[in-house]
């Protein structure tokens, strides 16, 4: 069963733009994030995988709320949650709302090596765009760095419907594994730390009933 045709476009059009960044250009990303940092310690704000698979070593670990972005599964995944033909789906922190996630210290023996393994996950396409936002925490604020959506990008779908996120994750499996896996531990996750995301239960729902 192919498509829904409303979706034909979409996929279409990021399978034409794929394209992966060079090291250099990762390198270069790297660079000029940290530049625009001028504190000593390094967090890090997980909403998707992060949550987790952080997979690197941190000092501390504290619940945190992120204002004016929104946790959306709004991202094309054609290499590690779906493949060219038939692409996945990840999460995205997209611009309005709020977020509820968990923020990361780094420690400071580990943390550029953490940053490198960090780009060569969250920076595969340019799909994202790092930046340093302000998180709420019970121990107070953190300035920490957040992977946003670049909308800009053949990458980002634009807001689906339930029912075209449930076509595109059932059918979707990469190099981690597939999309159905990865948008339930993210939940599970999220439940386990005491986040609670309606829209994101829904869809697991939908998904678990039709297992």
């Known amino acids: 069963m192919g498509p829904p045709k409303d979706l034909l476009p979409l996929i279409e059009r990021s399978r034409r733009h794929f394209r992966v960044l060079s090291d250099e250009e990762r390198h270069e990303s790297l660079t000029n994030t940290l530049a625009q940092h001028h504190e000593n310690d390094i967090w890090v704000f997980g909403y ?61 023996e580990n943390r550029q090596q953490a940053l490198q393994q960090l780009w060569q996950r969250e920076m595969p396409t340019g799909a994202y765009e ?21 909308r800009d990008t053949p990458a980002y779908t634009g807001q689906l419907s339930t029912d075209h996120l449930v076509w595109i994750i059932q059918g979707a499996s990469g190099i981690y594994g597939s999309c159905t896996e990865y948008v339930i531990e993210t939940a599970k996750a999220l439940s386990a730390a005491k986040i609670e995301d309606k829209s994101l239960n829904h869809l697991v729902a939908q998904l678990n009933a039709l297992c």
């Open 48 to 108: 998707g995988s992060l949550v987790w698979r952080p997979e690197f070593h941190y000092t501390e670990k504290r619940a945190a709320t992120l204002h004016g972005y929104h946790r959306a599964l709004c991202l094309w995944s054609r290499v590690n949650r779906g493949t060219p033909e038939r692409p996945g789906l990840v999460f995205g922190l997209d611009s309005g709302g709020y977020c509820e996630g968990v923020a990361y210290k780094l420690t400071q």
């Open 130 to 150: 790092p930046r340093w936002v302000n998180c709420e925490t019970p121990d107070g604020p953190v300035r920490a760095l957040g992977f946003t959506v670049n």
